[in-house]
């Protein structure tokens, strides 16, 4: 295939032009009324519609005791009640956080990354926190989400409540989930002002990256994107920091980036970058896989 094809074959497949619905998972407590602040200010900046998720499940029951199984019907009932509770509690919190846009609640007793997987069939966007030490019966993990919900995941980073994306940095890699993810991202990325796809490559493969983000780049331009190309080396070890490093600089506040991993079994198993991306955020990050 020669250079000329290839740049063909490499262009970006774009979609939305905005989000018009938002979808995020509410509980009770101060880290969800940051997550939804931060969501109902997008939803404001966007014109979007903020549909609040309440989910929760039973805690398994204990099964170390012997004897539990003849209490088994009182220790249902009694956890029931506290979910109830604490959905009712995720509902008034909500309501608060999320005045001065267009809202819709919805309520499951699910657990919360089941329940917003399906439920992201009514949304163009989810919004999510990094991984909290809450037991997954009451807390989504992001990382369950945006393997499976087939929705672009926007993760809240602690101590950040406005998304602005006046200067957006794409962590490019030439894969099917960073296509995706820049596909994605389109509505954050027409409406920023400075765009840097951004690429940590080894110095032998200096040349070949160049070539791959200048596509990127044309591409972008192509659809109105001010976009411009950036490639960097570090130690594999200092990627994620090389990343967050170009986005400070830069001003940037939100990454865009691809999703990489694979099940093992009950979990998923990541490689460093979207893990700490996913867990650790220090900026906005929106990831697709």
């Known amino acids: 295939m020669t250079k000329t094809m290839e740049r063909v074959a490499a262009d970006v497949v774009v979609h939305p032009d905005?989000?018009?619905t938002l979808l995020i998972h509410a509980e009770p407590g101060l880290a969800s009324s940051h997550r939804v602040e931060a969501a109902v200010r997008l939803a404001r900046d966007l014109d979007a519609r903020l549909v609040g998720l309440g989910a929760e499940a039973l805690e398994p029951m204990p099964a170390s005791d012997p004897f539990f199984g003849y209490g088994a019907g009182e220790w249902v009932a009694v956890m029931q009640e506290q979910v109830g509770k604490d959905l009712a509690a995720a509902e008034a919190a909500f309501r608060r956080d999320a005045t001065g846009v267009e809202i819709e609640w919805r309520v499951v007793q699910d657990y919360p990354h089941l329940a917003l997987t399906r439920l992201a069939r009514a949304a163009d966007l989810i919004v999510v926190g990094p991984r909290s030490q809450v037991s997954s019966t009451r807390a989504a993990d992001p990382a369950d989400v945006?393997?499976?919900?087939?929705?672009?995941v926007l993760v809240v980073p602690e101590g950040r409540h406005h998304l602005h994306a006046q200067a957006v940095v794409v962590a490019w890699k030439d894969t099917r989930e960073c296509r995706r993810a820049?596909?994605?991202a389109m509505p954050f990325l027409r409406r920023a002002e400075d765009v840097i796809v951004h690429t940590v490559s080894k110095p032998e493969h200096a040349?070949?990256?160049?070539?791959?983000i200048d596509?990127?780049?044309?591409?972008?331009?192509?659809?109105?994107?001010?976009?411009?190309?950036?490639?960097?080396?570090?130690?594999?070890?200092?990627?994620?920091?090389?990343?967050e490093r170009v986005a400070q600089l830069n001003n940037a506040d939100l990454i865009v980036c691809g999703a990489y991993g694979h099940s093992r079994v009950r979990e998923w198993a990541f490689g460093g970058v979207t893990d700490d991306l996913l867990h650790r955020p220090t900026f906005f990050v929106l990831m697709s896989h």
């Open 215 to 243: 596509d990127v780049v044309a591409n972008l331009k192509r659809h109105g994107v001010e976009a411009r190309s950036l490639v960097t080396s570090v130690a594999p070890e200092g990627v994620t920091g090389e990343i």
């Open 182 to 184: 820049v596909a994605d």
């Open 146 to 152: 945006v393997m499976s919900a087939g929705r672009p």
């Open 18 to 20: 905005t989000y018009k």
């Open 207 to 212: 040349d070949q990256a160049v070539f791959e």
